[in-house]
């Protein structure tokens, strides 16, 4: 932790990288150090054909201007998705009528460009995927400086003694389920005319020793959650339903059905802690029979609202095995690649495991790159 808080003062931003952030920064560092050349602050806004139609460039404007780099091998488009595009979103995500009612963790400019490029020349979106998007509960989290963020639930639903509710007051999934399965769940049985959104609902013994998103366990404050509005404490069940607009008698119900089970470590309703992946998200040292499961008997209790957000999309641009851009007949286009989310999902719209979208893009950019080092030059 000092050593966290050293880099914020003096970097302005944690320095220690894991999981996917530490893997992507490997890769920068590698290509640094053979030289490749980043060119920051500049946007791709068309892609250059000859006359059989294979891209030979790609229009840039960025800080110098607008001008055209020459690509004698191939250009490969890998621009991050489209879950910015509200277009799409308005589109192609379920339950997303004005394209707003979602919110993502992808940056800003991830508006669909690469996509866009693509089907410029030929290419074409993928619409047969499962799922579009990437998805993954988050809670809106509101700053002192008047900005609003998002936070992604991954591991606190899985912790003994929370549960996630609807309007109603009843649970609607296995919490403990991957995130992207949570959301489909909450897209799915809340009813039409309803904002898509669920409460993750908590007492005090949850809270003195596991996160609720923001919200950190003891001895971290949590009152400067509950004076923006983050969280919400109520002295019983019933009050905190009431102060959340939850149904009172459908959550007492709940909650009381739930506890009863937990302390002999089931949950005949959805399963939960009936798989490793269950037990190991959980908590080996929870003294109930369960690690997944514990009752929610100690006040006051606490909830935060969830809505759907995502990580990317899944929804991308049909290439074949060597990540090139296929046209309506299914025939590559000449000197065009597609890797990453701008590439349909290798696993057809489905979630498996955390890692399924930088795993495919490492896999189809080596393969992209590979076929790439193997071309003396472009051809159709």
Known sequence: MSTHLFDLVT???????????ALVGRLLRSALDVGVEIRVSTAASALVTDDTGAVTGVRLRGPVGAYTVTARRGVVLATGGFTRDLDRRKAL???????????????????GDGVSLGESVG??????????????????????NGKEG???HIMDRA???VIGVLADGHRFVNEALGYHDYTLAMLEQVPDGQEVCSWLIADA???????LGMAKPFPIPIRPYLRSGYLTRGATIRDLAAKIGVDPD???????????HARVGEDPDFGRGSTLFNVRSGDADNPWPNASLAPLEKGPFYAVKVVPGSFGTFAGLVTDADSQVLDASDTPIGGLYAVGVDQSSVMGG??????????PAMTFGFRAGRRLASTTGISR
């Open 93 to 111: 995500f379920p339950r997303t009528p004005t394209g707003r009612e979602h919110w993502t963790l992808t940056p800003p400019t991830t508006t």
């Open 123 to 144: 290419g074409r979106l993928d619409r047969t995927v499962a799922s579009p998007v990437a998805y993954c509960p988050v809670s809106l989290v509101r700053y002192r």
């Open 350 to 359: 489905h979630y498996p495991s955390g890692g399924i979208n930088l795993g």
């Open 159 to 161: 912790k003994p003694g």
């Open 205 to 211: 013994n949850y809270m003195r020793h596991y996160p």
């Open 11 to 21: 970097e302005r931003r944690g320095q220690q990288l894991v999981n996917g952030t």
């Open 250 to 260: 459908g959550l007492d119900k709940t909650v009381r059905a739930f506890n009863e």
């Open 150 to 152: 998002v936070f992604p």
